[in-house]
């Protein structure tokens, strides 16, 4: 399987066409692995860095019981439609490219939730867990959500005015604490259930909150209007120089 997935990830080339590319993908099968963080990684340069993050999630996190019941929540989702974006990527070399790109950033995020992970982990895993979910959360609020939502206003030809007032921010405000304490009545009461529901309640909450201090950022600065053509171009070459 790794061998397939190795050799596959080597295709996606500008010289290679649309049609050699789905040919060559038909004959080997998709990756199988049915991640396409994986299979965009396999291969190449980013492969080292995505396995020593897998490591941490296998043998750290998943060894915490908010980790472990966080996680069972989060695959329930994302295996729910990654295997299909998977396949887009490896039956068309764009994709796989543009899928690249987007994944380096994220496991830079990846990389902080670790580092704040063992800084914590010392005086409690279960708080350090915990803690690597509320870095990953907040910064893939920045990384991601943010800049698509103010782009998304700027090409509507529409300002979104979100400042950190206590108005504004009071419903992610009582989101998160709600969260805390349901996480706390969930350790005392050893309920799998609630565990569950308030792990996921943190790490949206805090996702919610780094969306709109991004947003509020890139707002604030005044950032010129974005050419959709203009964007276009500059997406095409980032992808075409990615690893």
């Known amino acids: 399987m ?17 049609s050699m590319f789905t040919n060559i993908v038909t004959q080997k099968g998709v990756g199988g692995t049915s991640c396409p963080v994986t299979y965009v990684t396999n291969g190449n340069r980013l492969q080292p860095y995505a396995q020593f993050l897998r490591n941490f999630r296998d043998n750290q996190i998943q060894n915490t019981t908010a980790g472990r019941t966080f996680l069972t929540a989060f695959n329930a ?37 670790y580092y704040s992970y063992t800084l914590v982990a010392p005086f ?57 304490f349901m996480l706390t009545a969930a350790y005392a009461t050893n309920s799998t259930m609630a565990l569950a529901f308030g792990t996921v309640n943190l790490v949206l909450s805090t996702l919610s909150a780094g969306s709109l ?30 690893p």
């Open 2 to 18: 790794s061998s397939i997935n190795t050799f596959i990830s080597t295709i996606p080339t500008t010289t290679t066409s649309y």
């Open 77 to 113: 989702w994302y295996y729910s439609w990654a295997p299909a974006l998977e396949y887009f990527a490896a039956t068309s070399p764009w994709v796989y490219r543009a899928v690249q790109v987007g994944v380096v950033p994220l496991l830079g995020i990846l990389y902080a939730s």
């Open 124 to 180: 409690s895993p279960e708080v350090a867990a915990m803690t690597a979910g509320v870095v990953a959360a907040s910064l893939i609020g920045l990384a991601y959500v943010a800049p698509v939502a103010y782009l998304a206003s700027r090409l509507l030809k529409r300002r979104i005015h979100l400042n950190l007032s206590t108005r504004s921010l009071a419903p992610t405000t009582v989101w998160l604490t709600a969260s805390i």
């Open 213 to 242: 201090i991004g947003l509020r950022a890139l707002t604030s600065v005044q950032l010129p209007f974005v050419n959709p053509a203009n964007m276009a171009l500059l997406v095409r070459r980032f992808t075409r120089a990615a």
